[in-house]
């Protein structure tokens, strides 16, 4: 299983971006998905999460700025990103619970990361 995350790049402070993540490879069924990112200096941290059954979780710092949703049939998360702040830049990393069979059990599996630079 394979997570490609995109839609990363430079944006002046107020802007939006949008971040896309595709989970691709042998896969019976994604269940929750979500963002994480790291900044520089400090620990990576949880930034929104969606479950299966679309019920979504946002840190305090970016709710009613961004946006989390899925495309189940594309097994894709994306996080829109609104009125962004040069305190939003960081490493965003996208993940998955995915169960590769129907009697397995669900693994957590990480992308490699996408960079998300604000300028003020």
């Known amino acids: 299983v394979q997570l490609q995350a995109s839609g990363g790049g430079l944006v002046q402070a107020g802007g939006s971006l949008k971040l896309s993540c595709a989970a691709s490879g042998n896969i019976f069924r994604v269940n929750n998905m979500g963002w994480y990112r790291q900044a520089p200096g400090k620990l990576r941290e949880l930034v929104a999460a969606?479950?299966?059954?679309?019920?979504?979780n946002y840190s305090y710092s970016v709710k009613g700025r961004f946006t989390v949703s899925r495309d189940d049939a594309k097994n894709t998360v994306y996080l829109q990103m609104n009125s962004l702040t040069p305190e939003d830049t960081a490493i965003y990393y996208c993940?998955?619970?995915?169960?590769?069979?129907?009697?397995?059990?669900?693994?957590?599996?990480w992308g490699q990361g996408t960079l998300v630079t604000v300028s003020s």
């Open positions: 993940a998955a619970d995915v169960a590769l069979t129907s009697t397995g059990g669900y693994r957590y599996y």
């Open positions: 969606i479950t299966s059954a679309g019920n979504t």
